[in-house]
């Protein structure tokens, strides 16, 4: 047996799984990259097409129709108490 026929029957087997291992390695980064997905185009209250969180003139309205509504002086107490936790609120953030 020639000595050099053996060596490179050998290295047959190593050689030929070079492009097997390269191909394993490059074909996934061959792959079209895929688009990032857009975020969604309202990320609040909004579940069905509907808004879940009550809004002032939604609430005020269904008060007056359910006759609970607050008179003018209750009202204005409301405003005034609210304000003032607002002022208090602005104070502290200071």
């Known amino acids: 047996m020639v000595p050099g026929a ?7 087997p190593l050689l030929g799984g070079f492009p097997l291992l390269a191909a394993a390695l490059l074909l996934p980064s061959l792959a079209p990259a895929q688009p990032a997905q857009a975020p969604p ?7 069905n097409g509907e808004a879940h969180e009550p809004n002032p003139s939604g609430v ?16 204005q107490q409301l405003n005034n108490e609210v304000e003032k936790l607002d002022r208090k609120l602005e104070r502290r953030a200071q």
């Open 6 to 12: 053996f060596v490179s029957h050998r290295r047959w």
């Open 60 to 75: 005020e309205s269904r008060e007056r129709r359910a006759g609970i509504a607050p008179d003018s002086q209750q009202q």
């Open 41 to 47: 185009s309202r990320n609040a209250n909004i579940w």
